[in-house]
């Protein structure tokens, strides 16, 4: 950093007598804007007046051995310290801002102060207590390692004030940075945390959109062919063809279901009347081998199995013949008729006094 000496220049010297003695312009070199020329003659330093015209033939100009150039403005200057942390892999930088101003060129020139920076770091330098504010910190920890710096930055700069030679200095503010690696570790965890953000705000926008849909699909279908006719996405024409065909396949479709359904109902009973066919079959078959048949019970029970209806192959028709016949009674017994009479043949009882020998 070249303030507040900008240039340093060596002249050569002037020959030829006192009045025809003249140094060439273009052997001093042009002031920038805000800085002053400072001639060194002999073991002196002399300002060349400001705001004067430069004139090559003035004494000072003319035995000059040197000249240099002098910023006068008011500079802010940042100066840059490390300081250590927990870890010996990881430094903090504190960064002190100075204002700078050149009160007396001559000084400055004489001290020959390229860079003021230099001066400002070991007054930075000086506070021998300032690394142990950081010392006790890892580098994750910078918020309070920036507090504590600049408090005692600040005062330590009350106590002891930055002084160079010729320059009005004064400390302005401290910041502390981290590593270089930490602020990229920082950066990449940033952007990872954006990118998932952004990611979950997308899956929550697609949820919401869904759910939208969703609830807008349970409607029916005319109510998403409204909303679509509204936003101009469906044609009206080809969405009124669209239902009435839909309408007319339903249709279609229930008529045949309602076809099928009376047809298996139908197909059900018949199967239904053929199987209590086939099981009063089989009972008159089995009764057909017992020695007493009731057969007014047994027609209650076909009646009342066939719905009141007449089975085919089974009623009293004179042409059908009889499903039981008598047999032999036992020996030693009658047989009873239906009016209670004995049946002299057949060994059954009369009456009940007959039971008794």
Not at 288 to 299: C, I, W
Request: hydrophobic residues 35%; aromatic residues 6%.
């Amino acid at each position: 950093m070249n303030y507040p000496v900008i240039a340093e220049h060596i002249l050569a010297t002037v020959q030829g007598t006192w009045w025809a003695r003249r140094r060439r312009r273009e052997d001093v070199p042009p002031l920038p804007p805000g800085a002053v020329h400072v001639f060194r003659v002999g073991g002196n330093y002399r300002t060349f007046p400001e705001g004067m015209v430069f004139d090559p033939s003035r004494p000072d100009v003319l035995d000059a051995s040197s000249v240099s150039l002098v910023d006068t403005r008011a500079r802010l200057v940042d100066v840059d310290r490390p300081l250590p942390s927990v870890s010996e892999a990881d430094n903090f930088t504190m960064r002190a801002s100075f204002t700078c101003q050149v009160i007396d060129p001559v000084v400055v020139a004489r001290q020959g102060v390229i860079d003021v920076t230099v001066p400002l770091r070991a007054y930075l330098m000086g506070d021998s207590d300032l690394p142990r504010v950081s010392a006790g910190h890892r580098v994750e920890e910078i918020n309070a390692v920036r507090t504590e710096v600049s408090h005692r930055t600040t005062a330590y700069s009350a106590i002891v004030p930055p002084r160079v030679a010729g320059m009005n200095v004064e400390f302005v503010s401290a910041e502390v940075y981290a590593s270089d690696d930490l602020r990229d570790w920082e950066m990449k965890l940033r952007d990872e945390r954006r990118s998932w953000e952004l990611q979950r705000g997308q899956r929550d926008f697609e949820t919401q959109d869904a759910l939208r849909i969703a609830e807008l699909l349970s409607q029916g279908s005319d109510h998403v062919d409204a909303f679509g006719i509204a936003r101009k996405e469906i044609d009206l024409t080809e969405a009124a063809a669209r239902i009435h065909r839909i309408t007319d396949e339903e249709s279609a479709h229930r008529r045949t279901a309602e076809s099928a359904e009376r047809a298996h109902a139908q197909t059900r009973e018949t199967a239904e009347a053929q199987m209590r066919r086939d099981m009063l079959l089989t009972l008159l078959r089995q009764m057909s081998g017992s020695e007493y048949v009731d057969y007014h019970q047994v027609l209650e029970q076909v009646l009342r199995e066939t719905g009141g209806q007449a089975t085919p192959g089974v009623g009293p028709s004179a042409e059908t013949p009889r499903m039981v016949e008598p047999g032999q009674g036992r020996p030693g017994r009658t047989m009873a008729a239906r009016d209670g009479s004995v049946d002299p043949q057949g060994g059954f009882v009369k009456d009940e006094d007959d039971l008794v020998d």
